[in-house]
């Protein structure tokens, strides 16, 4: 993506400087502070729950990811998501995007906890460099805990809390990200929460 695109996004005479954790900041260090920053963690609980959501808003959090997901699928190229929040709605789609995405937020907490949610780098991006190091005709093996049984679903969501594990996945999600990411066949079996990947040969 080129980077003047991204510069069209703050007003003339700005500059995105880094904020910390990956993040770019048009703002200067002393007009950074928003309420939302003392709140992402409440933010996350409330706004993320479904009976909030049908009490207050008559909506749910499940209309809300649908949505995200036919946006992403709408088209290609990059795609812009200005007042983001904490991606707790858009984050499963997001992970599985394919294409850029810019979030834009006036929170760098919030903007911080999406990220956190996205993963860092994107599981494809991951896979992607591991199948580089395997040589020519060669196979890479993999092994994920993922988000599939109750109990398991429950550890890891601790686990990634604690800072111990990634955002928690579903098989399907690693599957789908290691075909769009290696060149060659992919194969997954699943016992409980643990899955097995194989890929290859790999060209």
């Not at 809300?64 to 709408?74: I, M, S």
């Not at 800072?163 to 990634?166: I, L, N, V, Y």
């Given at each position: 993506m080129a980077a003047t695109w991204i510069h069209d996004l703050v007003r003339p005479g700005r500059q995105l400087v880094r904020a910390g954790d990956g993040l770019l900041?048009?703002?200067?260090?002393?007009?950074?502070?928003?309420p939302y920053d003392r709140h992402a963690v409440l933010y996350d609980h409330v706004v993320g729950n479904r009976l909030y959501n049908r009490l207050l808003w008559g909506a749910s959090p499940a209309s809300?990811?649908?949505?995200?997901?036919?946006?992403?699928?709408?088209a290609q190229g990059p795609l812009l998501d200005v007042g983001c929040g904490s991606a707790v709605f858009t984050a499963a789609a997001y992970r599985t995007a394919g294409r850029p995405l810019?979030?834009?937020d006036r929170s760098l907490r919030m903007l911080a906890r999406a990220a956190q949610r996205l993963g860092g780098p994107h599981l494809a991006a991951v896979l992607r460099v591991l199948g580089g190091q395997v040589a020519?005709?060669?196979s890479l093996y993999v092994t994920s805990l993922v988000a599939e049984t109750a109990i398991g679903s429950r550890g890891l969501g601790l686990l990634h809390r604690a800072?111990?594990?990634?955002v928690p996945r579903r098989e399907q999600e690693l599957v789908t990200a290691a075909r769009a990411a290696l060149d060659g066949p992919v194969r997954s079996r699943?016992?409980?929460s643990m899955v097995f990947l194989s890929a290859g040969p790999l060209t």
């Open positions: 900041s048009a703002l200067g260090p002393g007009e950074r502070d928003s809300y990811t649908a949505f995200a997901a036919t946006a992403v699928a709408g810019v979030l834009v020519a005709g060669g800072g111990e594990a990634a699943r016992k409980g």
